[in-house]
């Protein structure tokens, strides 16, 4: 039984660092990235297109709410759940953040174990990781349902204000939950493949016959704290702005 | 900096940043819970949104320890979203300005 290999990216020659190694390593004849693998730099250049789909998204939620004269409805407000009687602003926002946060370091802490070859504590960080997401999911779920059934808002107008609270708020928060929801599946296949020892003996993967390593556990990890980020973002400047 | 294999830090580094994001959200809130209004809640939220953000992305993402041809590579065209804000900024002004003279008073 032979160990899977790394892919091999490390340099022989010592690179220069700082500034003059971003000129020296971007220079010509060179390999841009070094002691990155492949798959890492595109899952990080996916990452930085959907940085700007979402960007888009936000700045027409941002210049929609600029141009109208109808006041904005108050996300504090709408978004607070009744505890005891007593109205708590933004509640149900707050633990779906926390909820979140706890995915990121939990996955975090996936990617280390993977690398140090704990496939069942590498397993089983990101099976709970997926189950935040999925928990995610759910109180999403719920929040729409309460906005839609509830308080009758609709991508076109609501009771509360300017119309364009519906379109931007389903446009967003919908975006981003698919995204959660990718990653819950994307986690479970990953999960399974650390889990059945697919990295440590160079299974061929299902759709590219092609052996996996560890690194795929980071790059599921890259994937999965974006939506986090994106999240942070959408907390701050739709909900709490 | 290099790593015969992947990135691996510490454990305690991914606690430590854990709690910060748990801390920083925990702040992010309470600007909403006790309700601060005008430029000090906006200057409250975006100060932990990208404290939030950097933390993510420098330690969760091994940000921190890649060499900087990636880093500027993915973090500098992030960064020139600002040129689009700016100039829907003025765009928006400009909407709401012409909605003010022909939809505006007394209709």
Redesign the interface.
Known sequence: MTQAE?TVT??SLA?P???Q??VA??ASDQR?????PWGK?MM??F??SD??IF?CFL?SY????????VPWPNP?EIFALHIGGEPV??ILI?IM??IL??S??T???A??FG??HDRAKSALLMLATAAFGATFVGMQAFEWTKLIVDDGVRPWGNPFGAAQFGSTFFMITGFHGFHVSVGVIFLIIIARKVWRGDFDHARPGFFTSRKGN??AV?IM??YW??V??VW??I???F??? | ?????????P?GI??I??GW??VL?TF??L???F?FEGGL??TL??L??IL??GL??A????MRW?????T???LV??VL?MI??FL??H???Y??LT??IF??AGS
């Not at chain 1, 941002?62 to 004269?69: A, C, P």
Request: net charge negative; glycine share 8%; hydrophobic share 55%.
């Open positions: 790394m490390g340099e690179r660092e700082g500034l190694g971003v390593d971007w841009a990235f070094k002691n990155v730099a990080w250049i990452l930085v940085t700007f960007s700045l941002m210049t929609v709410r600029m141009s109208t004269e504090s602003p933004l707050a953040t926390f946060i706890s990121s370091g996955m975090a802490m990617v280390m690398y140090l560890y690194e980071e990890g890259l704290h974006f986090d980020l942070v973002f907390f701050a400047l909900y709490l702005w | 900096m290099a790593h015969a294999e992947g990135q691996q830090h454990i991914y606690f940043v854990w994001l748990f959200s992010s809130y600007v909403d819970y309700n809640r906006w939220i975006l932990f949104m939030k953000a993510i992305v330690f969760f993402m091994h890649e060499r900087l041809a990636l500027y590579a993915i065209p992030p979203v689009f804000v829907m900024t765009e928006a002004g909407t709401f909605r003010g939809f505006g």
